[in-house]
């Protein structure tokens, strides 16, 4: 692929705020690239493109070629390269984009395997961090949750007539006599015999221990809301550009065949493929059809696909 374009010639700062970041793996392609194989893939010849735009014959050579004229003013590319893309159906804006990526892809290659490592070690840092705030999430809550229960245990406790408890001073021993007890004897001398004291004690321990045990089996089950996850994998060099559900640009480029490229996000993602009969995708472990897509034809569509 020839990447020489030499009308380029937008300004140092221009370049600065319009550079894109690129993977080791991703491999710019021309504007004339795109619409040459768009004009292909409509059997088209040069010299029909030449008579419908009223361009001379070396002009649509040079433009398919990325080698126009270092002289010729960028706002007259600009303008040639949209009415072409409009002629042979392809988006005027990504073929721009392409020619101003192009503009400054020389500059970032010597940055693209230092910048790449960072991007993944970002990456990386990112899931720990939030599989951090998961575990802190969980346990607060587990804690929240304990802590009312116990409330709530303590506060039934105290209620319950089988717990209340006075002291018989009649007796030197200080021994503990249920109050329901005293008012069933009415008026008789209250005795309570080991035994008896052991009992109640035992029923009292089997109460709580029944109501911790209900109150263990109705605890929430805490959900986890997961990233969405996206497989694309090439048969054929194609040109893709994705974003997620921030806006956010996760994916920019040619992938080279036989590469398979696994993205994570925020759904809907926002997918543009420049050869959807070369791509397969699967999204959240389900295969997605691109059949509907015509050959050849840059695809644009939404992940997840809402069929109505």
Known sequence: MNNQLTPLAIGDQDVENKITELSEDMEVVSP?????????????????????????????????EDQLDPKMP??????????????????????????EALGVASIQRSEM??????????????RVMWISYLIAAIFIGLTILWWTQQSDQ???????????????????SNKVVDIDEIELNNNLPVTLSKDASSATKNQDNNLLLTQQNEAKVQQ??????????????????????????????IAWGVKKSGYVMTIEGQAPFQVTVGKPELTSIIFNGETIDLSNYNNGNIAKFELPIIIE
Not at 74 to 99: H, I, P
Request: glycine share 4%; charged share 20%; hydrophobic share 40%.
């Open 154 to 172: 303590q506060t039934e406790a105290t209620n319950n007539p089988l717990n209340r408890k006075i002291v018989d001073s009649s007796q030197s």
């Open 113 to 126: 395997l230092s910048f790449s490592k960072e991007t993944s070690k970002q990456a990386e840092h990112s």
């Open 32 to 64: 004339g690239n795109m619409l040459r194989e768009a004009r292909l893939a409509l059997s088209l010849s040069q010299q029909h493109i030449a008579s419908r735009l009223n361009f001379k014959l070396s002009l649509v050579n040079a433009i398919e």
């Open 220 to 249: 929430p089950v805490v959900k986890v809301n997961l990233l969405s996850k996206a497989v694309f994998t090439f048969k054929g060099d194609c040109w893709v550009n994705i974003y997620d559900g921030t806006n956010k640009r």
């Open 74 to 99: 960028v706002t007259f590319y600009r303008g040639y390269l949209v009415n072409y893309a409009k002629l042979v159906s392809v988006d005027a804006e990504d073929v721009l984009a392409s020619y």
